[in-house]
C-alpha cells in the first residue's frame, strides 16, 4: 500500500508532495497484487494557486483503464493549496495482480499527492445472485439481487447525483462570478489604490509646495520685519538728526543775529583799524626811508673808511723759530693807529700804514669785530671779498678758517650772517647758499662736488655785473651746523686731491663763496648778493723758492694769480675803463666782487722773524700798494670832524631809527592783532552764515529725505500687506486643501474599507458556498463516482451478458 500521511493545511513545501506530483500523462503500476477487488484512495491537492475561469486545468484519472473521474478541476472544488480526496474507488485487479492508475491531461501545477489502495472485503460480494436469460444465445446470467437494488439505488443516487450536480453548476458559477467580481473588486481596488497612491502624490507634492511657500513667506515677513526695524531706526535717526540740526539752527540764527547786532560795533573796529592801517603805512613808509637812509649813511661810513680795506695780521714767532733764535723785526708800537714799523737792519725801520694792525696777542675775536661790518654788508645786497695775502705759514688759513677751538673769519661770518638774518626776521627773509672752490694750477675745482667730472669748470656771465661758474654746486644752508659740516666737506674734498695738505693749501687758492638772496617784508625789494672769502696760495718769491719742473710751473702760476689780483685792483683805482680780470682763474672768478659796488677787505699775513723779512716787506709793500691805490691821496685826507658829525648823526639816526622800530613793532602788533581778530570775526560770521545756509539746505534736502523716505515706507508697508493678505489666503487654500484631501481619503478609504468588507463578506459567503460544494462534492462525488464505477461495471457486464 502506498499512503501519504502528510496534512496540507497551508501552501508549504512538502518534499514528499512534491516528489509524488507529476504533470501531463503518466500511471502508477502496483503489482504482485493479490487478485481480488481493491478500494482505491486518491489525495488530490493543487499546490500552486492559479487563477482562470472553472474548465482551465481539468484531468482526467483512469483505473485499470476505466475512467472513473471525467475531467476534473480541483481548484475550481476546492481553491489552492485544499486537500481532495477521492475514497473508496473500487477497483478489480486480476490474475496478473497488476494495477494500473492513469492519469491524463494533467496541467498547471501538481495534483496528486498520495494513493491509497486497500483489499476489499471479499463478503461485501457475496451477494445473493439472480440470473437472466440472454436473448440471443439463451444463456442463464448471474445478476445478483443486490445490483437490482442497487440499480435501482444508483437510478436514484443518480437523479439525487444530477441535481447535486446541477446544484453545484449553479454554485460553481455563482463562486465563478463572486470569483470574477472580486478580481474586478480587486482591480478597481487596486485602481483605488493607485489613485490614493497618485492622490498622495499629489499631497505631498502639494506639501512640499506649501513648505516652499511658508518658507518664502517666511522669508518675505523676517525680511519685512527687518526692513521695518531699518527703516524705524532710520527714521528715529532722522528725526535725532533734524532735532539737533534744528537746535543748531536756532543756535545760529541766534548767532547770526548776535553778529548783526554787532555790526556797528565791527565798523567801528573796522574804521579803527583802516585808520591804524593808514597810521602804520606812514610808519612803514617812514620806517623804509630811515632804513634806508640808514644803510646810505652805513655805506657812506664804509666808503670812508674804504671800499678796499687791508688789515695786516702778523703771527707770532713759531717754535722752530724761537729754538732758532730768530729775532723779531716787526715793530708794533703804533699798531693801535694801524701803524706798523719793520726793522729792515740795524737802525733802519720802514713804516706801513694799515686800515687795522693785528699784533700776535690779537685773537680771532679781535680780527673779526673789525671784519664783520664788511660781512654785514653782503645782507644788505652788496658784494663783498675777503682775502688773506701772504707768504706761506704766515696764518693765513688761521685767519680765514681758523682751528676747532679757535674759529677763524669763516665761520664768525657765517655765523654773524645767520645772527643778523634772525635779527631782520621780522622785515627780510634770507636765503643762504654755499659753494667752496679751489684754483690750482689755473684750473677751477668744486670741492663739494660728490663726484668729480673730467669737464673743466669756467667762469661764465650769467648777467650784467653776474658772473658764476656753472655747474657748480650751490649747497643751501639754514644753520651753522650745515655749514660746518659743508666747510667740512671742502676741507675733506681738497685733502683727497693731494698727498701733502698743508703742502697742497699753500700752492692752491681756496674759495668760500656765500652767496645770499634777500626780499624786504615791507617793501618787497629783493637782491641777490655774494661774499667771497679767499685763502689765497703763498705769495713768496719765485727766486727764493728755487724750484724747477712741476712746483715752478705751479708757483709761476700763483704769482701770475697774486699780481693779476694786484693788476685788477690798480685798474679799479685809477678807474680804468679796462679792468684786466680774465687774466687769471682768481681775478675772473672774482669779476663781481672786486669793484663797483663791491666791497674789499684784504688781510696782509706777515712773519715777525727776521728770516721772513724779505716775504714780510714784500707782502706789506703789495698791501701798501693795494691800500695805497685805492685810498689815494685825496681820500687819505678825510676830515674827521666831518666823519665825527656822520657818525654823531648815525649813531642818533640808529636811536631814532631803534625807537622808531620799537613803536612800529608795536603798532605792527596791535594792528596785527586787530586785523586778526577782524579777520577772525569776519571769518566766524561768514562761517556760520554758510553753516546756516548749509543747515537750511541739509535740514531741506533731510525734509524731502523723510518724507521720500516715508513714502517708501508706506508703499513697502502696503505691499507688505498685500503679501500678507496673498499668505493669509494661501494659508487657507492650503487648509482647504488639506481638509479636502483629509475628507477625500476619510471618504475613500471608508468606500474601500465597505468594499473590502464587501468583498471579505462575499468571500465569506464564496469560501462557505464552496466548502458547502467541496462537503457536498465529498460526500456526492465519492460515492457517486464509486455508484457510477459499480454501474458502469455492472452495465458492461450486463452488456456482456446481454451480448
Ligand atoms: N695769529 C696766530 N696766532 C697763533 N698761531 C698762528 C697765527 N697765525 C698762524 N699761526 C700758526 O702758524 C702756522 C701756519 O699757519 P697757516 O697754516 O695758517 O699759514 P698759511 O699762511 O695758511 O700757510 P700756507 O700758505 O702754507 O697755507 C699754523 O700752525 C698756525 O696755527
Redesign the pocket.
Known amino acids: 500500500m502506498f499512503k501519504t500521511e502528510d496534512d496540507i493545511t497551508d501552501a508549504g513545501d512538502y518534499p514528499s508532495i512534491y516528489q509524488s506530483a507529476r504533470c501531463g500523462n503518466f500511471c502508477y503500476e502496483f503489482k504482485d497484487l493479490l487478485p481480488g477487488d481493491y478500494f482505491v484512495d486518491l489525495h488530490f491537492v493543487e499546490i500552486i494557486c492559479t487563477n482562470g475561469p472553472k474548465g482551465m486545468r481539468v484531468f482526467n484519472v483512469f483505473m485499470q483503464e476505466e475512467k472513473v473521474l471525467s475531467e476534473l478541476d480541483i481548484y475550481s472544488i476546492v481553491g489552492a493549496n485544499k486537500p481532495l480526496q477521492l475514497v473508496d474507488a473500487r477497483v478489480s485487479v486480476g490474475e496478473n495482480g497488476t494495477l494500473v492508475l492513469r492519469f491524463e491531461g494533467v496541467c498547471g501545477s501538481p495534483v496528486v499527492s498520495g494513493i491509497c489502495i486497500r483489499r476489499a472485503s471479499k463478503l461485501a460480494l457475496k451477494t445473493k445472485a439472480e440470473y437472466v436469460v440472454c436473448n440471443n444465445c439463451a444463456a442463464e446470467i448471474e445478476v445478483p439481487q443486490i445490483k437490482l437494488l442497487k440499480s435501482k439505488a444508483a437510478s436514484r443516487y443518480e437523479k439525487k447525483i444530477q441535481d447535486l450536480t446541477h446544484q453545484c453548476q449553479l454554485k460553481t458559477n455563482e463562486c465563478y462570478e463572486a470569483w470574477m467580481s472580486l478580481t474586478a473588486a480587486n482591480e478597481q481596488l487596486d485602481k483605488i489604490r493607485m489613485e490614493l497612491g497618485d492622490k498622495l502624490c499629489q499631497v505631498h507634492s502639494l506639501d512640499q509646495a506649501m513648505e516652499k511657500q511658508t518658507e518664502k513667506l517666511k522669508d518675505v515677513s523676517d525680511k519685512y520685519e527687518r526692513d521695518q526695524r531699518t527703516w524705524v531706526a532710520a527714521i528715529d535717526n532722522l528725526d535725532k538728526k533734524i532735532k539737533i540740526m534744528k537746535r543748531e539752527q536756532t543756535q545760529l540764527s541766534f548767532e547770526a543775529h548776535e553778529c548783526a547786532d554787532s555790526v556797528p560795533e565791527l565798523n567801528k573796529m573796522v574804521f579803527a583799524v583802516q585808520g591804524l592801517v593808514s597810521q602804520c603805512e606812514d610808519l612803514k613808509l617812514k620806517y623804509s626811508e630811515e632804513q634806508a637812509k640808514r644803510k646810505k649813511l652805513h655805506n657812506q661810513i664804509q666808503e670812508a673808511k674804504g671800499n678796499i680795506r687791508v688789515f695786516c695780521?702778523c703771527?707770532?714767532l713759531?717754535k722752530e723759530e724761537i729754538s732758532a733764535r730768530y729775532s723779531t723785526v716787526v715793530d708794533f708800537d703804533a699798531a693801535k693807529d694801524g701803524d706798523l714799523g719793520v726793522l729792515t737792519g740795524g737802525s733802519t725801520k720802514k713804516h706801513f700804514k694799515f686800515d687795522r694792525v693785528f699784533t700776535?696777542k690779537d685773537d680771532q675775536v679781535d680780527v673779526f669785530v673789525d671784519a664783520s661790518p664788511m660781512v654785514v654788508s653782503v645782507l644788505d645786497g652788496y658784494n663783498v671779498c675777503i682775502f688773506a695775502y701772504?707768504?706761506?705759514?704766515?696764518?693765513?688759513?688761521?685767519?680765514m678758517e681758523g682751528?676747532e677751538h679757535n674759529r677763524g673769519v669763516n665761520y664768525r661770518t657765517v655765523e654773524e650772517l645767520f645772527k643778523v638774518a634772525n635779527e631782520r626776521s621780522e622785515t627780510f627773509s634770507y636765503s643762504i647758499s654755499v659753494s667752496v672752490l679751489e684754483v690750482y694750477n689755473e684750473q677751477i675745482r668744486d670741492l663739494l662736488a660728490t663726484s668729480q667730472t673730467s669737464k673743466k669748470l669756467e667762469v661764465k656771465q650769467a648777467s650784467e655785473g653776474v658772473h658764476h661758474v656753472p655747474g657748480v654746486v650751490e649747497a643751501k644752508v639754514e644753520n651753522l651746523k650745515q655749514v660746518w659740516d659743508v666747510l667740512q666737506a671742502g676741507s675733506n674734498s681738497r685733502a683727497v686731491g693731494s698727498n701733502n695738505v698743508?703742502e697742497h693749501?699753500?700752492r692752491s687758492h681756496c674759495m668760500l663763496c656765500i652767496m645770499v638772496k634777500s626780499k624786504n617784508l615791507i617793501t618787497g625789494e629783493c637782491t641777490n648778493s655774494k661774499l667771497w672769502l679767499v685763502?689765497l696760495?703763498?705769495s713768496e718769491r719765485l727766486a727764493k723758492t728755487d724750484v724747477q719742473g712741476e712746483r715752478l710751473k705751479e708757483a709761476q702760476n700763483i704769482n701770475r694769480s697774486l699780481s693779476a689780483l694786484g693788476d685788477v685792483i690798480s685798474a679799479l683805482a685809477n678807474k680804468s675803463s679796462h679792468i684786466p680780470y680774465r687774466n687769471s682763474k682768481l681775478t675772473h672768478i672774482l669779476q663781481d666782487s672786486l669793484g663797483g659796488d663791491s666791497k674789499t677787505l684784504m688781510f696782509v699775513?706777515i712773519s715777525p722773524s727776521e728770516n721772513d723779512l724779505g716775504e714780510t716787506l714784500s707782502s706789506l709793500n703789495f698791501a701798501t700798494r693795494v691800500r695805497g691805490v685805492e685810498l689815494g691821496p685825496a681820500k687819505k685826507q678825510i676830515d674827521t670832524g666831518e666823519l665825527q658829525k656822520m657818525k654823531t648823526m648815525l649813531d642818533k639816526a640808529r636811536q631814532e631809527s631803534r625807537l622808531k622800530d620799537e613803536a612800529l613793532r608795536k603798532l605792527e602788533e596791535n594792528l596785527q592783532n586787530l586785523e586778526s581778530k577782524a579777520r577772525s570775526k569776519d571769518q566766524v560770521c561768514k562761517n556760520q552764515q554758510d553753516k546756516v545756509k548749509d543747515l537750511e539746505g541739509q535740514l531741506g534736502s533731510n525734509i524731502e529725505l523723510h518724507n521720500q523716505m516715508e513714502k517708501q515706507l508706506w508703499q513697502t508697508m502696503e505691499k507688505l500687506k498685500g503679501k500678507e493678505e496673498a499668505y493669509v489666503r494661501l494659508q487657507n487654500k492650503v487648509k482647504e486643501l488639506e481638509n479636502k484631501i483629509r475628507e477625500r481619503e476619510h471618504s475613500e478609504s471608508m468606500a474601500l474599507q465597505q468594499k473590502v468588507k464587501e468583498l471579505e463578506n462575499k468571500l465569506k459567503e464564496r469560501d462557505q458556498h464552496q466548502s458547502e460544494c467541496l462537503f457536498l462534492q465529498q460526500k456526492v462525488i465519492a460515492p457517486l463516482a464509486w455508484f457510477y464505477y459499480v454501474i458502469t461495471s455492472m452495465l458492461q457486464k450486463l452488456n456482456f451478458v446481454l451480448l
Open positions: 695780521r703771527r707770532p713759531s700776535p701772504g707768504q706761506t705759514g704766515t696764518g693765513k688759513t688761521f685767519t682751528t698743508n693749501s699753500s685763502d696760495a703763498g699775513q
